[in-house]
């Protein structure tokens, strides 16, 4: 639209950077999946006004890929894990954080197999 501020590049050691680009450290994610794509989903820990004693998850901001995006994403991260702990050791997750084959045949239970495409 006309009335939409148009976005600007910044050229960076690493290539051209918008100028919508920020940087937020995260705590935690969560995700959505369609039969077409997959969202990942940033969480940090904020303490809601008014409400004293409470922590809760906040959502920071999301990024929504194809995917065959997903799938090079996850083995790429698989690789930097795999790489990082056997220069440094072992990263100490709890238990509790581990993937669950409910969560995800939940996620999956209303796709139908016709509708992908590879």
Do not use: C
Not at 26 to 44: E, M
Not at 76 to 87: G, Q
Request: net charge negative; no cysteine; aromatic share 6%.
């Amino acid at each position: 639209m006309a009335d939409e501020p148009k976005i600007q590049l910044i050229q960076t050691p690493m290539g051209l950077r918008s100028t919508h680009y920020r940087e937020t450290y995260v705590t935690g994610f969560t995700f959505r999946a369609t039969v077409s794509d997959f969202s990942l989903i940033f969480l940090s820990l904020a303490s809601p006004p008014g409400i004293p004693n409470t922590i809760l998850n906040q959502e920071e901001g999301a990024v929504t890929m194809t995917l065959s995006t997903m799938k090079v994403l996850s083995e790429h991260l698989s690789a930097v894990v795999k790489a990082y702990e056997e220069r440094l050791g072992p990263i100490k997750i709890d238990a509790r954080l581990k993937p669950k084959k409910e969560n995800t045949d939940a996620l999956l239970a209303g796709f139908d197999p016709d509708q992908l495409t590879t």
